[in-house]
């Protein structure tokens, strides 16, 4: 399989634990993504990175979120001290983004429950 | 910021009938847009997109979307929908220019397709 990998596809925990969850991308793509997307609403934007450098942000990724591309390759999003308002589907996406031409291809997912 | 209008949330077509799924995005400058659809229990897949040229769009499966600049919209249409059609549908936006390549959603409309 040569899409989009996500590990773990379901991870149930328990308020305040840390967990962590890894993507390994399309192997050619520069770019590598993550959104978050909740019951009934569309993915939102969380951080992307350009080979190894994490070069936007957005304001729903709070202190307790960090993203990391160590290589340029796989990507590890770490969410500490959970929260029940963290349950959600975690998706990342890879693109080979050359001159403002590209597209997107997404992973599977995965799911968090907090309880 | 840019956002995505998705006005139909739930459809419900008989197999055969037409679709025609609204999109609006709101943002001054220039916009690439893409059409996803997540079929139950799989990842987001691209159906179409728009960069530039031809406004008229088609995409896999027989979709095609037509961008109104003037409109803002970009509706995604099919003319005869099947019972495989059956998935959720979203509209998304990107801002050209720059480095960022984030893609902001829309809420998703659910097809349902009835034999």
């Known amino acids: 399989d040569t899409g989009v990998s996500q590990d773990p596809r379901h991870k149930i925990t328990k308020r305040g634990q840390n967990v962590t969850f890894r993507c390994d991308p399309i192997?050619?793509?520069?770019?590598l993504y993550w959104y978050r997307q909740t019951l009934g609403q569309g993915p939102e934007f969380l951080t992307y990175f350009q080979n190894e450098a994490q070069l936007e942000k957005s304001r729903l990724l709070s202190d307790r979120f960090s993203a990391e591309r160590p290589k340029g390759s796989f990507s590890t999003l770490e969410i500490q001290r959970t929260e029940q308002g963290d349950s959600a589907m975690y998706l990342c996406a890879s693109s080979l983004w050359v001159a403002g031409n590209y597209g997107y291809t997404f992973g599977s997912g995965t799911r968090l429950t907090v309880v | 910021a840019q956002s995505v209008s998705q006005h139909n949330h739930h459809v419900i077509l008989s197999e055969a009938a037409s679709l025609e799924l609204g999109c609006n995005y709101s943002?001054?400058?220039?916009?690439?847009l893409f059409w996803y659809v997540q079929y139950p229990g799989q990842h987001l897949q691209l159906l179409l997109k728009y960069f530039s040229g031809d406004p008229l769009v088609k995409g896999i499966k027989g979709f095609e979307a037509e961008f109104i600049k003037s409109k803002f919209s970009f509706n995604l249409r099919k003319p005869s929908v099947q019972w495989s059609d059956t998935a959720e549908y979203f509209c998304?936006?990107?801002?050209?220019?720059?480095?960022?390549?984030?893609?902001?959603f829309g809420t998703g409309t659910r097809l349902q397709v009835t034999l």
């Open positions: 998304a936006v990107n801002a050209q220019g720059g480095t960022a390549s984030k893609l902001t």
């Open positions: 192997s050619e793509h520069n770019r």
């Open positions: 943002y001054g400058g220039t916009v690439n």
